[in-house]
């Protein structure tokens, strides 16, 4: 799989071609500083990924819509520092496929490029429910954050079900619990989600496989 760098911080493209080189299926071909010097470089390479933070200088998301427009099939993964939800969205009307944050670990920055590879999306963190429930047109300036989630057993096993469709009387006589302290169970999960409704719970457990998603498909 080739590959192209598009950042222009020297450190950070150096730092990332050493991560990625220690997957011998994936080949770094070249890298860019600027917009235009990646636009060049696709003109002499066949390129499977970019690898870009957009927001660095030199660039903008401008360059990720002319890329999309002339190479449909390329997939783009960014990797920027925190950025605003409004910049968040605006990256995949733009023609972003996953997003990564710089200060994620090596191992979901690995994971990240294997999956968009592979033609999946791949969100950092808490990205994806809260892209899903933004108001596009009412967007605030929240920094989005990378920190893990610490989730109880009890608390899983509550999302499984809310996942599943079960109602909070339907949990509490499941895993003998009040109704009152199923509520309570669903309201922290939500807080330690950053969700806002039940979608947000059921993308999260599809997304951390608590639940396979061929529950949703073949469910008549």
Request: charged residues 25%.
């Amino acid at each position: 799989m080739n590959i192209v760098l598009a950042d222009s911080n020297n450190l950070i493209r150096i730092g990332l071609r050493s991560i990625l080189n220690t997957n011998k299926d994936i080949s770094v071909v070249a890298e860019a500083n600027s917009s235009e010097d990646l636009l060049d470089i696709l003109t002499s390479f066949t390129i499977d990924l970019v690898i870009i933070d957009y927001t660095s200088m030199n660039f903008s998301i401008d360059v990720v819509v002319k890329l999309k427009k002339l190479y449909s099939n390329i997939k783009i993964l960014a990797i920027t520092y925190e950025k605003s939800p409004q910049v968040i969205v605006d990256a995949f009307k733009s023609g972003v496929t996953s997003y990564v944050k710089k200060d994620c670990s090596i191992s979901e920055i690995m994971d990240a490029v294997s999956e968009t590879l592979k033609g999946e999306k791949f969100y950092c963190g808490s990205i994806l429910e809260i892209i899903k429930d933004v108001d596009i047109d009412n967007l605030d300036s929240d920094i989005l954050s990378c920190e893990s989630i610490s989730l109880s057993k009890r608390e899983c096993e509550i999302i499984s079900l809310i996942a599943e469709g079960y109602t909070n009387a339907q949990i509490a006589k499941y895993i003998f619990l009040s109704p009152h302290t199923v509520s309570t169970h669903r309201k922290n999960i939500m807080s330690k989600l950053g969700v806002k409704n039940t979608a947000g719970i059921v993308m999260y457990a599809v997304k951390t496989d608590l639940i396979s998603p061929n529950k949703f498909l073949f469910k008549k």
